[in-house]
């Protein structure tokens, strides 16, 4: 249930607080406070959490303060598409926009390993006229003894990096909440040269604890894989976790299903649900190719199975890539094998142009 | 083990029948006949199956009539593309050219039910321009107390309605041997109006005495479906066993995987494997979009999943496409929900045709 | 929906054919008569299949010779449980009994490959008291160029040895209707020295021709073995095929499904589903823990995973086990490293009568 | 590689300090330290992390100090059986043992609720003769408006009632690493009348900063239950993090994998990987029967689906079983619909003994 106060209340009015003091009297309902910034103004709402069953709408909408209460049916309350729902869509993140109707590319390192490589990276990416990246710092791996990311100690260069390279915004794993707080003050330190959006990984999903600290903060976007042993609608109320606590500004990335009957590929490849996604909710959806198809093989048409996937996730409409580069695959610390090479990105680059116009050119006829 | 002979001989000559008289000799080894039709002149080959292990080649080679023997070390002998393999890839039934490289569409029934419905769709395909269909007379149901199809009765007028609309090719699922001679008695009393495709679903993917049966004849190809719980090296080793028997004239057809980590959609769809399939093989690869997606669902861009779905596999190199409409799904006796009205089959033929430019720019771009 | 006559009525009486005549004039609905052997008498039954949800019960009862209508609410018509239903369960073959409640061993070859090895299983069998066994004939491979099995050739000697050590009851499998006829034809021949139960293997559960098939004759129960992609559901409704055909003599198979998930083991062992099978039907349950487990490895309490397996299906209440023995496992033509050996029989009898006893224990701690 | 010091070497010594101080110049190589405390001494091992295939053993080996360096082939290098691994196994833990030999029966509440729950179960439990528990203080919900765990409130007061029961280990969820820091304050002001067990979920299996912080402290076992979606080889080297940090007393736990392959059952239950773990790893394994089948079902013998899928773990060698009872199972906040009822309680241990001695005499048997 969510309670939308009038909107010239903001979180400290005291009617405010009458009314928090109200919902908080009632047994089993936790009240969480949520500003909206649209254009005209800020709206305040008050979620409700728990057993809201036995709540009386018509109560709570006499109290002073309340212009409404919605009732939300479905189990993803904030970030879920209702009936008649008309809040806005997506947001802007350091001058770069994410929605359900744009497109963003990331290329980028899957670990950060040499300073020159990741210069050589973001210097790529600049020429090509794009200003997102990703880069992982802390790397969550399967066998304990594997190398594990080079963690805080790395972050003043590579931001330093971005800025020199006119790169918004850098997607970065974290594996736990102090992570934030050590990007916080590598770019303080910094002077703020770029931003970062927070990446959970799949083994994270269901880490509630980290998705509740991403969903506190309001400083950086959170992008949310899904989960590869779970369904669908158990990795949407993942995101709704991060949603729940204050933090709207979620991307949801597929990333392939762990079964052997995606095999060849790593993963089985998963991005038919593009199109879900965006029918079930509001964020934008994202595809991670790397890790979903995580071979370099080629197919007779001379296209990597990488390029075909990728291109399959864009025709559909996804809104965001994930793609690992590397300049010397070999050398890679992580995930080596399914890197792309540097002189690859053109040809990546007008690959997804032509699957992206497509999309447009298919969207277009739809709506005739 | 392949033993291919001298050009001049056929399967009559007693030289081959020589060779054959010493492999069958061999304990362990059953000797195949294949004759292949190319443009110049018919290849006779003899595939060696069984325990080849402990075979001498130089001692086969030194035959009198043996041009060479080719080694094979993969599982797909026949129809798996192996180095250094220059054998003529696709064929043509009927009038209509399958291959690798060209794309058909075959829109139709699942299942026949009356004759207004067979005509009415039959006439849209041909208004299109088109001249394959889809359409179902026998039937597998999971409960046995539902419809199973019209079976042998309905071949005649159906066959009569193709013939009349200028339909080529109709791809048509059997599930038992005797359903063969069915069709062939039911095409030649009525003049041979039309061919058929002999379809296998994902349900005898694996039914090794059907595989033999449509293997064993030469007049039809057949298009073979994925099994849904198997591996994709085991759906291939099931089309082999097809080209094993004789028949090479063999379509593979994705149509998604069943397993929860699909939902909403019916099955989890597995088009990002056909690169896989035209990498692996020389079959042409079909993809289902409507037993894969399962539902009408649309996307906020207005386009239906299965819509995406399609452009998906086609943006990849899908070369066939089989796609369920039904003049009034409300009524459909099998599959109705997820049917395509007559009126959208124009919106459908544009949008494929709209992938499938993008796929073609695509393999240009990547040619370059 | 269910039609039972009057006691006195069978298959051939004036009254049976009036009704049947009146039920098949009723659009979409196809009548197929039971004849149900009790210890008193024989009951005729009517199973109505197809759109019965227009039909009226009381008109139907009001028929001369109906006894009374029963609506069958679940999948499962004749197999299931049914609420207040208390038709006889279980049933004697050969003189062999199969039901809920008692157990019997089948220990044999997976695949009969010389005559010297299927005597000195048959007799190391009669040597520890039993009377049923294992012996396949019909091979479906994954690999059309693997050994397919010996076929009808090795029925007669088969089926002497059998009757040559007392075996009872051989599990068969087959994987075309034409083996029903070579095994009868081959029975017969040899003076029915034996019995053959019928046995559908995974590849084939929903192969519906083949289930109708053996539903048609009466003559052999039949096993059929759990499909390994499909839902416990839809395997049911594949047992339901061979009931609602005419034969209740069903033994329903557990075999392991086909993930990943459970490796090391061959197939993700499901044994835990005995206590479900029995509950939604009447069907005896086997286990098959050869194909399951698919290694021969063993804890560090000296067990291999077999026995494990095997003895965790029985305290469950698993009704028949089938299991695969070779004198000499490394010369086995069919999944030899599977295999147990002939020494190691004793052990295995040994080892599931501590389980069965605890079984039967712990039925007894539930009954005070 | 394992680095094992002279017996009179500790972790403080110089020339511990001079191996290290050697071992930390080798690039892409971090070094830990384990202390093993054995019956007659305390062994100190390096365990090196990271790129090793340069090393050069026999130089480590003629470092001061050094007694042998052990080459770890396999990923489980702590927890795994290695060939001529004669390291010790199992562990005491508040006078509670726990190895792959004996057994121990935690049953208790999923989640705490209320006081006077608690202490009924504490008091059935240790009413039975019984000193072992599980109670969920910390919940991690699939929804992020359900019931999230009463958190560390009620630790102190379940901490009492556990001295007050003679309580000696309570297995109880963590899901951040702060809970650690919240039960030892907890266990220390109340003057330490109990012992806990961590337990990490399956949503956590992979959660490497939770692992890692389990594995840094050595007051508290930890029980690590499967992952999910992932394979088992995978959980095992999420077993590993725990023990690469340094603590070994780690129980693994088997809690059925999420895929409708297990329906009617929530999960689908893999016991049958008892014996598979205990011959990998040194692990103790536990089964989780009320996760696993997730129901009240019952089959005809008068058994439920539960005490089936528990015997069935304990005939194969399981040594722990975690169980849900409830007082009130339809007023339980989490998971009551599968929970057991107090009065089941001496039924259920019965049942499990039944189970246990017939382990016990098969094993007996096996040792013949």
Redesign the interface.
Known sequence: MIVILEPQLDGDSSQTAAVLQHLRSVAGITPKIHQVTGEQQVLTEIYL??NTAGLDRAEIEALPGVNRVVKVSR?Y?VLG?HTGDSRSYGFTYNGVTFN?DNFNLFAGLCAVDTRAHVEQMMKAVADMGLNCTRMGAYK??????S?QGHGAECLPWVFELAGKYGIKVIAMEI??DTHIAQINAALKDSGNPTGVMLQIGT??T?????LKACGRQNDHPVLLKR????????SL??A??LA??GNRKVIFCLRG?????????RN?????????I??MTHMPVCIDPSH??GTR???????L?V???T??GI???ANMVLIDFHPNPASALVDGPQALTMDELV?YV??ID??R??YL???K???E
Do not use: W
């Open positions: 959490v728990g189990a309350a598409r359900q969550p791996r399967t066998n304990p003894y190398f594996t736990h083994r994270n269901q880490n509630f604890e980290l989960g590869f042993g779970i369904t669908l609608e158990e109320n993942a709704e976790y729940s606590e299903m762990k079964t052997n009957m995606g095999d060849p590929h089985f490849v998963d991005f038919s649900h593009v199109p879900v965006k029918r979903s198809v093989a080629r197919a007779p048409d001379g296209l199975d390029f075909h996937a291109a399959q025709i559909a409409g040809h007008e690959d032509i699957a116009q497509a050119a298919r969207k006829r739809a709506a």
